[in-house]
């Protein structure tokens, strides 16, 4: 792992990530080891490595959280968008707590925060989450099935971890959002519906794989598209399970899917 020193922490929103409202997104790492085959951050003018390598590497930003102690007032009370081009959570914030730094610079300026991440790590920061006053902590759980979850997302956490972090997080008051994005195959689409359905999320986004039509597609990794082929998994099967979620939440597509939390607002949810 490379470290680096950056020139700033906070980068002014782009693309749909601005056009769903937030002003800034935050990125303690560059590159991602959870080598998601179908990432778009990969296909990102950010990364001038070989697609090939997405996966393989990652940059810390060691100076991360001195920026963010210098830089936070200017994301005061506004829409953090953490993280666009990585996780947050990859294994390595473990050690060098880099956005758990970050959370803790941002706490007295209070931005609207959405946490984005596949990382069960993101339980550890959990007393400094709970003193944002407008925040949502959104977990990717594309699938049902570990098998499928191997073979998109090699080095990502397995999905029981996720559905854990996300009961903890419930547990702590905390609005936590699902993303099935994109929507891995599923082995039982009725017992997920039914287990999505239970655990209550303050938002549900769902997205088909589709042939990405700009460089910045969710899906735009040929190799996961030709495994999705593979697997025999067609729009028929998405659009079914999203008519199944649709019976009982309101469901989200894409990128509408992606708007920050209300403004300094309490989303305190049950936990019973
Ligand atoms: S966790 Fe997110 S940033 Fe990392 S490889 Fe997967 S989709 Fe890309």
């Known amino acids: 792992m490379e470290q680096v020193n950056a020139r700033s922490i906070f980068s002014p929103a782009?693309?749909?990530?601005?056009?769903?409202?937030?002003?800034?997104?935050?990125?303690?790492?560059?590159?991602?080891?959870f080598a998601c085959s179908y990432c778009y951050a990969a296909f990102l003018p950010q990364n001038r490595r070989p697609l090939q390598d997405w996966g393989r590497w990652l940059v810390a930003k060691s100076n991360a959280v001195e920026l963010a102690r210098r830089q936070a007032h200017?994301?005061?009370?506004?829409?953090?968008?953490?993280?666009?081009?990585?996780?947050?959570?990859?294994p390595v914030e473990r050690?060098?707590?880099?956005?758990?730094?970050?959370?803790?610079?941002?706490?007295?300026?209070?931005?609207?925060?959405?946490?984005?991440?596949?990382?069960?790590l993101v339980?550890?920061?959990?007393?400094?989450?709970?003193?944002?006053?407008?925040?949502?902590?959104?977990?990717?759980?594309?699938?049902?099935?570990?098998?499928?979850?191997?073979?998109?997302?090699?080095?990502?956490?397995?999905?029981?971890?996720r559905?854990?972090?996300?009961?903890?997080?419930r547990q702590a008051g905390l609005a936590v959002g699902i993303c099935v994005t994109p929507m891995l195959p599923l082995r039982d689409p009725e017992a997920f519906v039914a287990r999505l359905v239970a655990c209550r999320p303050a938002v549900v986004v769902v997205q088909h794989f589709h042939q990405?039509?700009?460089?910045?597609?969710?899906?735009?990794?040929?190799?996961?598209?030709?495994?999705?082929?593979?697997?025999?998994?067609?729009?028929?099967?998405?659009?079914?399970c999203v008519e199944l979620l649709r019976r009982t939440l309101t469901v989200?597509?894409?990128?509408?899917?992606?708007?920050?939390?209300?403004s300094e607002s309490l989303q305190l949810m049950s936990t019973d």
């Open 74 to 90: 200017k994301v005061a009370r506004q829409a953090v968008y953490l993280s666009s081009v990585t996780d947050p959570y990859v």
């Open 212 to 240: 990405a039509r700009t460089p910045f597609g969710a899906d735009t990794g040929p190799a996961a598209r030709q495994e999705l082929a593979r697997r025999q998994w067609s729009e028929a099967d998405y659009l079914r």
């Open 123 to 161: 339980v550890r920061d959990v007393d400094l989450l709970r003193q944002f006053r407008s925040l949502r902590v959104n977990m990717s759980i594309p699938t049902d099935e570990e098998e499928v979850r191997c073979a998109f997302e090699p080095k990502a956490p397995p999905l029981e971890r």
């Open 252 to 262: 989200y597509e894409a990128e509408e899917g992606f708007f920050p939390p209300p």
């Open 14 to 33: 782009t693309g749909f990530i601005q056009r769903g409202g937030f002003a800034w997104t935050c990125n303690p790492y560059l590159g991602c080891t």
């Open 163 to 169: 559905w854990a972090a996300v009961e903890t997080l």
């Open 95 to 120: 050690s060098l707590k880099l956005t758990r730094g970050i959370l803790d610079a941002m706490l007295p300026h209070q931005p609207r925060l959405l946490v984005q991440t596949r990382g069960p």
